[in-house]
């Protein structure tokens, strides 16, 4: 195993901040700069964001002495817990690459009213991590950002970020086996191994609604709210009605004169109860953190037994959830006109299922108008929808999701021989194990291509990945290896199990969603039980990779080799 090393010391061209610069800051309340264009487009709000960022060096930059041994882009739960592996690992040598100025990822970022999370918090928390102090079962945003940043804290991590540091091109160096990364403001940074952690939730999708540009008042898209943005009293347009939405509608309605909900497609819903947690039961938590584990435990396996229900496409699995959901809605919907417009026209799973108590009351609201004409165009003073009605606002919400990359690379990758990973994935993502894909040696994925998660916590895949990254790393410095790299055949060999066992998964019966890429084809969602896919990549199997020496030839790993990483495993 790793010999601990010394405690790191700042690379000459950075800087590294020995604590978080929002630390100071309630929790609740990320560190983000109060924007004044409130008015405009989803768009040019990221670009106002853009543009207060750091200019490009013209100096040419340095390069550095030092090379690392990990450098992680990114610092959601994913990145951090990476970070945080490889600490408790005995390594310093590395560290987390952030663009914004604090952890979270898209906790940080979502601070639209009502955010939360639909998976329960034992399980949507680290596994080492167990909290007693959730306020409900189902957290909200300012919880888990502050549970994030308790992480951080606690496993010491802050020494090893690097705030605004948006890493835009990677290239991999064969001679030196090593990557050479580009930070945003020009530096460079050395490092033998890479762990890509971006998120799919990081940028908005802007619906790109002509007319847009003319509107007089605010527009806002949930993963870029602006506070300043006053809501009260005023006619708003909530444009969406997925996970977001029905979270973002029920927390606004009751304090704006009217809110209209443009609905494209009904969804299917499953009541939400989530009561507040007295502190007794707190204290029971803190008093007995074996039951702790225990409810996380019952909580994973839970889910589990609902995968079959929400991932396969046969009837068999669809009329028991279908019938709750349609049960439900007939319970708490009254008026027939709106109920029709509240069913669901596709298959129970083909969008991710709605868990929400309050969206159904809130649609019968008085205040509440629920539309359902497509949008014709946003005008100066409003919305026109495709039969001829015009609505007025002063407020437009766009809860219209997120760029997901499910192709192309998250910023600009070169490999071996220049391959271009954003050419490579031009028409979808595709890794072996969803972790690693041939050509891109030393370089990992988390919450990769197939790997996201279909009926239980991110956090799931997450985890069981960062172990799979840590044997990679350490046996490559075991076997003084240069690189590793995935064999072609063993990844063909997986996508194409990915993609027959998306067959009979419910995503591809005819919806559309953020799962499918845009010729049709699941690569973002795992087609099986997350218990499986935990077993499939618990040990890192060397055999998988072509593995080249320091003398560039093929090296074969030795029984030794393999036994290791079957004590990384069982030791993990
Ligand atoms: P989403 O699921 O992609 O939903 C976007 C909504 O906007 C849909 O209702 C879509 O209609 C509508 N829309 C998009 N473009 C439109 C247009 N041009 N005109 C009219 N309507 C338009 O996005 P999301 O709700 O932000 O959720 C995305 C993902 O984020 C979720 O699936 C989930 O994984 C994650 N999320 C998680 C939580 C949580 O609690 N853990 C909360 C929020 C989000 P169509 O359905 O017709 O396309």
Known sequence: MTTPEKTPEAPATTEVQTEPTVAAQPATKPARKPRTTASKTAASTTATTTASKPKATKAVPKMPDEVLEVAVVGSGFS???????????????????????????????????????????????????????WSNAYANQGEILKYIRHCATKYGMYPFMRFNSKVIDATFQADKGEWLLTIEDGQLVRAKNVVAAPGPFADPKDPHIKGSESFKGAIIHTARWNNAIELKGKRVALIGTGATAVQVGPAIAPDVAHLTVFQRTANWIMPRPNPDLTEAEKQESRDNPLKMKLN?????????????????????????????????????????????????????????????????????????????????????????TVDGKHYDFDVIIFATGYEVRNTGAPFAVHGLDNASLDEKWKDGAEAFDGIVTNNFPNMYFLVGPFTGPG????????????????????LRKQMNLKYITVKPSVEASFVKTM???????????????????????????YPGFNAEYRMRIMRFNPSNYLLIGTDNQPVKPSLRDHLSTVKMALTA
């Open 79 to 133: 990145g951090l817990g990476m970070g945080i592996r490889l600490k408790k690992a005995g390594l310093t040598n590395f560290r987390v690459f952030e663009k914004a100025s604090d952890v979270g990822g898209t906790w940080r970022d979502n601070i639209y009213p009502g955010c939360a999370c639909d998976v329960k918090s034992q399980l949507y928390s680290y596994s080492f991590e167990p909290s007693a102090e």
């Open 296 to 384: 996380r435990l019952g909580n994973y396996w839970l889910n589990e037994a609902t995968a079959p229900f929400l991932i396969l496409k046969y009837d068999a699995f669809k009329s028991v959830p279908s019938k709750i959901s349609n049960d439900y809605r007939k319970r708490k919907v009254k008026d027939p006109e709106l109920l029709k417009k509240l069913t669901p026209n596709y298959k129970f799973g083909c969008k991710r299922v709605l868990v929400s108590s309050d969206w159904y009351p809130t649609m019968q609201r008085e205040n509440v108008t629920l539309e359902v004409s497509g949008i014709k165009q946003i005008t100066p003073t409003g919305i026109e």
């Open 499 to 525: 993609d027959q066992r998306s067959e009979h998964t419910v995503w591809k019966s005819g919806c559309a969603s953020w799962y499918l890429s845009p010729n049709g084809r699941n690569n973002v969602l």
């Open 455 to 474: 009926h239980t916590s991110v956090i799931a895949y997450a985890e069981a990945q960062i172990d799979y990254v840590w044997q990679a790393i350490e």
